[in-house]
């Protein structure tokens, strides 16, 4: 099974600044890598498919890049709405569409 | 606007069986493949099953096989989950998800979710 690290688990950042999440595969999954973010309460949003492709609706300040087996997704100046946790989620494998454990960014 | 809302969560016995179900609005149902998402209180998510458009093929995590079945009818537009051998720790909410169509490989519209919990 392939599965997915990221880092840091919890950052805390302020309003204005930039912020950078990693997301690892244990093998290469070329770039089938998404990045959703996630609200207390609410449901997953999708920002990033195809690990560079910004979702139709968010914000330009969301960026995702990488390949293989690493990958980063980048908030260039933090939001206060930006305050959530972060997934991964690979779909190189049909069999499974493993997630990332998370990134909360808190203040 | 695209929606999906899932429904039939609530106080399932352990060893009991439930059946979740998801219907759509704003955007054609048989032409879609979906999945099944579940997080646990306080937990990540974990991606259970999957479905094609035309229902004819599934595949599941290690912990919803044998236990949990994804199935569709596309003439009532409707999604389920059926869960079977329920245990304490299939407490979660659980989230329908459609599979982006054409070259968007992720799961991009999601409903609500509804919660399942599981105790005696």
């Not at chain 2, 493949?33 to 974990?46: I, T």
Request: proline share 4%; net charge neutral.
């Amino acid at each position: 099974d392939i599965q997915l690290t990221q880092s840091p688990s919890f950052l805390s950042a302020s309003v204005g600044d930039r912020v950078i999440i990693t997301c690892r595969a244990s093998e290469d999954i070329t770039t089938f890598l998404a990045w959703y973010q996630q609200k207390p309460g609410k449901a997953p949003k999708l920002l990033i498919s195809g690990a560079s492709n910004l979702h139709s609706g968010v914000p330009s300040r969301f960026s995702g890049s990488g390949s293989g087996t690493e990958f980063t997704l980048t908030i260039s100046s933090l939001q206060p709405e930006d305050f959530a946790t972060y997934y991964c989620q690979q779909l190189n494998s049909y069999l499974k569409f493993t997630f990332g454990p998370g990134t909360k960014v808190d203040i | 606007e695209e929606q999906v809302v899932e429904s039939g969560g609530g106080l399932g016995q352990p060893g009991g069986s439930l059946r979740l179900s998801c219907v759509v609005s704003g955007f054609t149902f048989d032409t879609y493949e979906f999945n099944w998402v579940r997080q646990a209180p306080g937990k990540g998510l974990e991606w259970l099953a999957y479905i094609t458009a035309s229902g004819y093929t599934m595949y599941y995590a290690n912990s919803a096989r044998g236990r949990f079945t994804i199935s569709r009818d596309n003439a009532r537009g409707s999604l389920f989950l059926q869960m079977n051998s329920l245990r304490v720790d299939d407490t979660a909410v659980y989230y329908c998800a459609r599979f982006g169509s054409g070259s968007l490989s992720a799961f991009d519209v999601w409903g609500q979710g509804t919660m399942v919990t599981v105790a005696s």
